[in-house]
């Protein structure tokens, strides 16, 4: 909705409907139809003005011509993961369904589903890969903050054969229930390499992310800590290039603002040591969930469904051309 246009007043159903993981200021609170149509005008100016302000100010706009976007099928409206395989985007939904999803990444329509029988998952968050395994992240804690079966699956591409790969933070000793969305030891996003599983947390409290590595073998590891870095917001995605020299990072802000963060010029695994830069892209109310390379400059980039009272983004696919912003 642009800023100006009149907003509808509503009746019926005072209640404001929410989904996993949406940041706090979406809970369930009893609003008059009336109240409910003042505060979203205000917040809608001001999400246009100044609670972007400092966005604005630190991150680069990529340009309408080089992003392309494509509707996603109904049953994709929680697509959290991604990966580029047999020129196709794979993608799932997060939290428990054991499907992957073959997207089309010409017009976003789905062309085949891989179902993996024998997983059970708790919260199925991020989906990467090497040329002979699928790596499942059933990672996310965001429910109460409290999860101590923290696991990747890793499944071979052919015989489906999973092996479990366990791990906790060993900076995580309160293991009281909290609220939803009110810990720093939440994840959506990881890399993968032949010996090591990189893991980039979602933290609620201090919008950063640490940088954490896991020994990429069956077993129970202790997380070793890297690197914690300012992000303001909330990281989702994570993807490497396939020359190896570029991460690129999604997220949000607490406004439900994309971003992209842009990593280079790294030192072999120092991912958050080399240049930064910030990326946005998109508008508002986009919870962006997943990134994919689909070449050393482009970028595949999902959001799920979002709706929230008079606001509604729909689950999308966007193709993103990099090369303005990648060092040569």
């Known amino acids: ?178 609220k939803s969305n009110a810990t720093d030891f939440d994840c959506e996003a990881f890399l993968v390499t032949d010996s090591m599983i990189y893991v980039f947390t979602k933290e609620w409290n201090s919008q950063k992310t640490t940088l954490y590595k896991i020994p990429n073998k069956k077993g129970i590891h202790k997380a070793t800590f890297m690197q914690s870095f300012q992000v303001n917001g909330l990281i989702t995605g994570a993807a490497i290039s396939p020359n190896r020299k570029q991460i690129v990072l999604t997220g949000y802000t607490k406004t439900v603002a994309p971003f992209l963060y842009l990593l280079s010029d790294f030192n072999t695994d120092d991912f958050l040591g080399g240049k930064k830069k910030k990326l946005k892209f998109g508008g508002h109310f986009l919870q962006v969930e997943s990134v994919a390379f689909t070449g050393n400059t482009t970028v595949a980039v999902t959001n799920e469904q979002f709706m929230h009272s008079l606001i509604k983004s729909p689950q999308q696919l966007f193709l993103i051309d990099l090369k303005l912003f990648i060092s040569k």
């Open 1 to 178: 909705m642009k800023h100006g246009s009149s907003l509808p007043c509503y009746s019926g159903s005072n209640r404001i409907k929410t989904q996993k993981g949406q940041p706090d200021f979406y809970k369930k609170v009893y609003i008059h139809p009336m109240l409910r149509c003042a505060i979203l005008s205000g917040v809608i100016f001001l999400f246009s003005g100044t609670a972007f302000s400092q966005e604005k100010k630190t991150a680069t706009t990529i340009p309408d011509s080089l992003i392309r976007k494509f509707p996603l099928d109904d049953q994709l409206k929680e697509t959290s993961g991604l990966v580029y395989w047999n020129k196709l985007l794979w993608t799932h939904n997060d939290d428990s369904d054991n499907n992957i999803y073959g997207i089309d990444p010409a017009t976003g329509k789905t062309e085949q589903i891989i179902q993996f029988k024998a997983l059970k998952v708790t919260d199925w968050e991020e989906l990467q890969q090497d040329s002979d395994y699928f790596y499942i992240g059933d990672v996310g804690n965001n429910a109460t903050g409290t999860r101590t079966n923290l696991r990747f699956f890793k499944i071979h591409k052919t015989s489906l054969h999973i092996d479990t790969i366990r791990f906790s933070y060993p900076e995580q000793t309160d293991f009281t229930a909290k």
